[in-house]
T-cell receptor
Framework: KNQVEQSPQSLIILEGKNCTLQ??????????LRWYKQDTGRGPVSLTI?????NTKSNGRYTATLDADTKQSSLHITASQLSDSASYIC?????????????FGKGTKLSVKP | GAVVSQHPSRVICKSGTSVKIECRSL??????MFWYRQFPKKSLMLMAT?????????EQGVEKDKFLINHASLTLSTLTVTSAHPEDSSFYIC????????????FGPGTRLLVL
């Protein structure tokens, strides 16, 4: 069964600290993996996208890694800011699946405190 | 680029009435649009996929007669929740995929529906 599991479910950190969010998936065949940021009451916004051959991708203070062998990905946030408070969703695309076959994780809710 | 808008951003309606939600691709032609529903603290669930000019494909368990989807143009898709009930209260998000943009889906900001 195609699944995306994220951990932790929620996380509270102090402003300025770093954190790492985890994503494990069992989606096959795999096309790509994306990390999205979703602010409360808003639609998801793409942070990074990685294909099978990519190990790491950065977008400002966000760095995503992908290990296609172990089917794990992480999102590292450096020097967190209050505006980083949001849900971070790991989404894996099922290659060759039905149109738009995105498998969503349940997200990690990050709260950055001053 | 690749901006998707939704209207309204939030709506409150009485039980039994119908509500229409619009999804527009502002700067690209969306050959395919997707409608998702998200309940509190849950992940997005795909409801249906629509291609411009053809009937939408609904996911298992989604009532096509209750959630009417129209994708009449390359920049607009509408979702109409008919005879809304309180259990239809949710966050509805659309996304769009266009020619030349690969597989990437661009998400709208979402519409919060509350049925009283």
């Amino acid at each position: 069964k195609n699944q995306v599991e994220q951990s932790p479910q929620s996380l509270i950190i102090l402003e300025g600290k770093n954190c790492t969010l985890q994503c494990n998936y069992t989606v096959s065949p795999f096309s790509n993996l994306r990390w999205y940021k979703q602010d409360t009451g808003r639609g998801p916004v793409s942070l990074t996208i990685m294909t099978f051959s990519e190990n790491t991708k950065s977008n400002g203070r966000y760095t995503a890694t992908l290990d296609a062998d172990t089917k794990q990905s992480s999102l590292h946030i450096t020097a967190s800011q209050l505006s980083d408070s949001a849900s971070y969703i790991c989404v894996v695309t099922n290659y060759g699946g039905s149109q738009g076959n995105l498998i969503f994780g349940k997200g990690t809710k990050l709260s950055v405190k001053p | 680029g690749a901006v998707v808008s939704q209207h309204p951003s939030r709506v409150i309606c009485k039980s039994g009435t119908s509500v229409k939600i619009e999804c527009r691709s502002l700067d690209f032609q969306a050959t395919t649009m997707f409608w998702y529903r998200q309940f509190p603290k849950k992940s997005l669930m795909l409801m249906a996929t629509s291609n411009e000019g053809s009937k939408a494909t609904y996911e298992q368990g989604v009532e096509k007669d209750k959630f009417l989807i129209n994708h009449a143009s390359l920049t607009l898709s509408t979702l109409t929740v008919t005879s809304a009930h309180p259990e239809d209260s949710s966050f509805y998000i659309c996304s769009a995929r266009g020619t030349g943009l690969g597989e990437t889906q661009y998400f709208g900001p979402g519409t919060r529906l509350l049925v009283l």
